[in-house]
């Protein structure tokens, strides 16, 4: 009897896989181009609330965000918390800087902080797959985390490492002014809405993160362990594509 050897590339592989042939089945891969920003909402701290959904914010006042090269400078080498003290890189985020979506993770991995790289470890390259799979490249999204550093052994971010952290991904958000933010996973979302609600409630619909609709979903890593949950996030990339061709 021949023993099955465990390969996590083959298996991350097989998993990109399935979840492009549900997309290709779907009809959703190559119809949307992202970029166009015919529709960009207001700056994040210049918006009225509007129901979860709705393509056009209302403007109430005038208001001109830093941009990321200063918001990062602000940053700095930070030791704001102690992750500073095991951390080997800061993870500020990257991508198009007038992105129409943003994806938000819960903290980097041990390949993030070694390369100083959001989403860049097997959880990366499959979101780098589901990206690919909505017409866009990680070129065209930006992606960040709620912490900018790795908190040992991939725990939970801890209270007072959100309250040191949160401020500058406020910042980044109110600088980037998406259309749509994607939660990835329990934690993001949780954080972000202020709510301690299940992901298998919160993921499927819009709600409103200041003015701006914020789709939860299923981290990619829970992917790579439950890969039946792909239809899932296949069904939210939907609703976040078909909100996004509304508003071009």
């Keep these: ?79 704001r918390c102690g992750l500073s003290q095991g951390r080997n890189n800061i993870v500020f985020g990257e991508g198009n800087p007038h992105a129409d979506l943003v994806f938000v993770g819960e903290a980097p991995g041990e390949q993030e902080d070694r390369q100083g790289k959001p989403f860049v470890g097997r959880a990366g390259q499959l979101l780098t797959k589901i990206i690919e799979a909505m017409g866009l490249n990680r070129q065209d999204v930006y992606i960040c985390n709620i912490l900018k550093c790795r908190p040992p052994g991939n725990r939970n971010p801890r209270p007072e490492e959100i309250v040191a952290c949160e401020p500058f991904l406020i910042k980044q958000l109110e600088a980037l002014q998406p259309k749509v933010i994607c939660a990835l996973g329990g934690f993001a979302a949780k954080t972000l809405l202020k709510r301690d609600t299940p992901i298998t409630v919160l993921r499927g619909k819009f709600h409103s993160y200041r003015g701006i609709n914020l789709m939860p979903t299923y981290h990619p890593a829970y992917l790579l362990r439950n890969p039946s949950a792909k239809k899932q996030v296949w069904d939210d990339v939907q609703v976040i594509m078909k909100y996004l061709r509304e508003c071009d």
């Design 1 to 79: 009897m021949v023993q099955k050897v465990n390969d996590p590339q083959r298996e991350l592989r097989e998993l990109a896989g399935a979840l492009k042939q549900i997309l290709v089945k779907e009809g959703g891969s190559g119809f949307f181009v992202g970029g166009n920003r015919s529709c960009s909402p207001q700056p994040v701290s210049t918006i009225v609330p509007h129901r979860p959904g709705e393509c056009e914010p209302r403007e109430s006042s005038a208001y001109t965000a830093p941009s990321l090269a200063v918001i990062q400078d602000e940053l700095g080498d930070c030791t």
